[in-house]
């Protein structure tokens, strides 16, 4: 239970970070775009810092989520971030939220409960992973990806045998999932993502 709740905790960091990092670059003009005097303005600029700390936060609190848990559980939340930014940053900019958003991110979290209440991910073994299988894995990094829930499990379940229900599971496993693909498609499409961009 330790393990959802850092993890729950890290994609709301990770969405803090996010939204401060974006407010702090809505500040910037727009002609600094791609200049060495981008970062210098960055760097006086209190709500980059509180972005950077969030971030750094996200990550302890994430490394302790999977010293408690298994990583086929605890990097699929992590995909909350991605509806955590939106209802963060409707706040920040004083925007709304739609109704298909807030439809999305109730699905997406709905869908994602039922998908790792139906994995049930337990434990694996302790093994060592060859170097190429370490390789392999480098597309499951962190972050606000679709392929991250799908990737993680099978990264936990193939290299370190940790074990997810199958059989008949296996069809509420993929509508949940299917769930959660069309919901971050449809909060990836979300105004509020652009809008939160924009800078004078």
Known sequence: MLSY????????????SSVLQRKAN????????LSWRLIRSLLHQPVWFGGIAAICVGFLLQATALGEGQLSMVEPILILELPLTLILASRVFGQRMRGREWGSAVAMTAGLGALLYLLQPSAGRSTSVRWYVWLIGLAAQPGMTLADPVLSVLWGVLAFHEKVRAGWFAVPEVISLAIVAAAVIALARSPLLAESDRRG
Do not use: E, G, I, S
Not at 5 to 15: D, E, K, S, T
Not at 26 to 33: E, I, S
């Open 5 to 16: 709740l850092l993890a729950v905790l890290a994609a709301c960091a990770n969405a803090t």
């Open 26 to 33: 809505r500040k910037v003009p727009r002609r600094l775009n």
